[in-house]
Each structure stands twice: as C-alpha cells, then as structure tokens.
C-alpha cells in the first residue's frame, strides 16, 4: 500500500513543471547542458559545411538527428523563475515575451528536424542549405535572448 502510494507520489512530480521539483539553479544548469550538448554537434556540422573538416555525410546525419532529438528538450529549461538562481547568459526578456521565445524555440526544433530529414538524403547542397536556415534559428534567438 506504502509502496503503491509512493509511486503514484513520484508519477505526479514527474508531470509536475520543472521547478516544482527542481532549484532555479538546476533548471539553469539543465538549459546550459542542451545547449553544449547542441552546440558541440552543431560546430561539428558547422566545419564540415565550411570545409575546415572533411565531408562525411554519414556523421552529418548522425549529429542532425541527435541535434534534432535535443531541439525538443530545450523549452523545459526555460521554465519560470529560472531568470536567475545561477550564472546565467539568458536574459529576462525571455520571461516577459515568452510567446516570442516559443515561437523561437519552435523554429528550433523544425528546423533541426528538417536538417536531420534533409540529412538522410545525402544531398550534399540541400544538405548544406538546411545548415544555414538553422544557424539563422540560433541566431534569431540568441540576438535577442543571450547576453553575448
Ligand atoms: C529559443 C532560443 C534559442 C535557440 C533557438 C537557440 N539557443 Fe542557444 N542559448 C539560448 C539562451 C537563452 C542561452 C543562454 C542560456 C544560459 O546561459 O542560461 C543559450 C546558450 C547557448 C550556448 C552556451 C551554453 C553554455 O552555457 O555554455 C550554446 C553553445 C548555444 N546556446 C548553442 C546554440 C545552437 C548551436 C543553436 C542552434 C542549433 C541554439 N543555441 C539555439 C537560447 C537559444
């Protein structure tokens, strides 16, 4: 009985928004991470469209799909009252214009979908194009939204 109630108990927090469960400070740490973890596939794929490492289609493929499964993940660490807690780049504009972020956060994840689509064509040009229209979705966001 005991046990039954507690993971009904666990069932509910875990639907439960990030800070009712978790500090500021680990919503912060939570966004920071999906962000390196993006932005270290991302400068992959970035030098191979730059020519700075040799083409491989297969690796590109690899990194968009796993940019495009983390693309998802990012609007959780955004949570409200995680303006601050922690050193932090995000500023507070994002918590006043939160419908502008969605709207940023949704072009995110289609267009990282779309790369990893276009990924698996092989098409290097299309490929390539895709590339840029989601370096323009970072920088959309991160022009507004992050401290340099
Ligand atoms: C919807 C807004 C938004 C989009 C889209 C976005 N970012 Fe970010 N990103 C942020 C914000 C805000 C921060 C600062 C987070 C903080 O410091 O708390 C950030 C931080 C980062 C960081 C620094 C992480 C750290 O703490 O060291 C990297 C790297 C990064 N983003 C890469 C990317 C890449 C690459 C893309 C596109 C594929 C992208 N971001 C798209 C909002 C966005």
Redesign the pocket.
């Known amino acids: 009985m005991k046990a039954t109630f507690l993971s009904a108990a666990v069932l509910v927090a875990t639907a439960a928004p990030a800070l009712a469960q978790h500090k500021p400070e680990q919503v ?1 740490h939570y ?3 999906a ?2 973890l ?3 596939n ?2 992959a794929l970035s030098a191979m469209v730059k020519g700075k490492t040799t083409w491989d289609a297969k690796e590109f493929a690899m990194r968009a799909d796993r ?1 495009a499964s983390l ?1 998802p993940q ?2 959780e ?2 949570a409200p009252g995680s303006d601050k807690g ?6 507070a504009g ?1 918590w006043t214009s939160m419908d502008d ?2 709207s ?2 949704s ?2 994840v289609d ?2 979908k779309a790369l990893a689509d276009v990924a698996h064509t092989g098409d290097e040009a299309a490929m390539k194009a895709q590339f840029k229209k ?2 323009q ?2 920088k ?3 022009d507004k ?3 340099d």
Do not use: P
Not at 86 to 91: F, I, L
């Open positions: 912060i966004r920071q991470s962000m390196t993006i932005g270290w991302f400068g940019i693309a990012v609007l660490g955004f922690a050193k932090t780049e995000a500023k994002i972020f969605k940023k956060d072009n995110l267009q990282t989601t370096a979705a970072c959309d966001c991160h939204y992050k401290e």
